[in-house]
């Protein structure tokens, strides 16, 4: 079975500081990859996707996020945050056997200091 | 390029009663999911339409039940509401082939009191 864990519930930046969000997944064959970012009330947006290749992927508002097969992670960065990151961002796998199901992590919401 | 559109954006029931929700997918998609958001948590998977038949489910009760129209648009029905079905209800579109992306309509807010 899929599973997803994202070890922080919530992250405190400063603004124009750099941002890591953990990703650790379980999951037997190939998975695909995601972050997606809500907002307040909001549904989710897609930040990126890890389907295959290159294994860092760059993605929407300056986020780029890592996979590493050895060690199940695919972690969030953003080098410099601003203060319209402020929001709950949410790991997910899928895969092709799956059928498209994803499965997601609790979540982590980061709130950024000015 | 209209996005997932789901309506209605809000709703309030009382236990017991019944539930419609529904999604219209993005332009070109043929496959709709269903997930639960409840307060502080991620999305659930509920079930997925294609081709208007059921094509996977997640871990819920038969209360829950969808359909899918020839138009590709969505319903998600609840039946005997309780308390604990009040939740975000997200909807996602993909193409059941394609490239595996979901993209989520802004959701309905359900409250059951």
């Known amino acids: 079975a899929q599973s997803v864990t994202q070890p922080d519930i919530h992250i405190t930046v400063s603004e124009g500081a750099s941002l890591e969000l953990r990703c650790n997944y379980s999951?037997?064959?190939?998975?695909?990859l995601f972050w997606y970012v809500q907002s307040p009330g909001q549904g989710l947006q897609l930040l990126l996707k890890y389907f295959s290749g290159d294994t860092l992927v760059q993605g929407i508002k300056g986020f780029e996020a890592e996979f590493k097969r050895s060690q199940s992670s695919f972690n969030l960065r953003k080098p410099s945050v601003h203060w319209s990151d402020a929001a709950e961002y949410f790991c997910a796998v899928g895969s092709k056997a799956a059928g498209n199901k994803l499965t997601f992590g609790g979540g982590t919401r980061v709130l950024v200091k000015p | 390029d209209a996005g997932v559109t789901q309506s209605p954006t809000h709703l309030i029931k009382t236990r017991g009663q019944q539930v419609t929700l529904r999604c219209s997918p993005k332009s070109g998609h043929d496959t709709v999911s269903w997930y639960q958001q409840a307060l502080g948590q991620g999305p659930q998977f509920i079930f997925q339409?294609?081709?208007?038949?059921?094509?996977q489910r997640g871990n819920f009760p038969d209360r829950f039940s969808g359909h899918q129209f020839p138009n590709y648009s969505s319903e998600l029905n609840v039946n005997a509401l309780l308390l604990g079905d009040s939740a975000l209800y997200l909807c996602a579109s993909s193409l059941f082939s394609g490239s595996e992306t979901q993209y989520f309509g802004p959701g309905t807010r359900l409250l059951v009191l």
């Open positions: 339409y294609y081709e208007e038949e059921e094509r």
């Open positions: 999951y037997g064959a190939t998975p695909y």
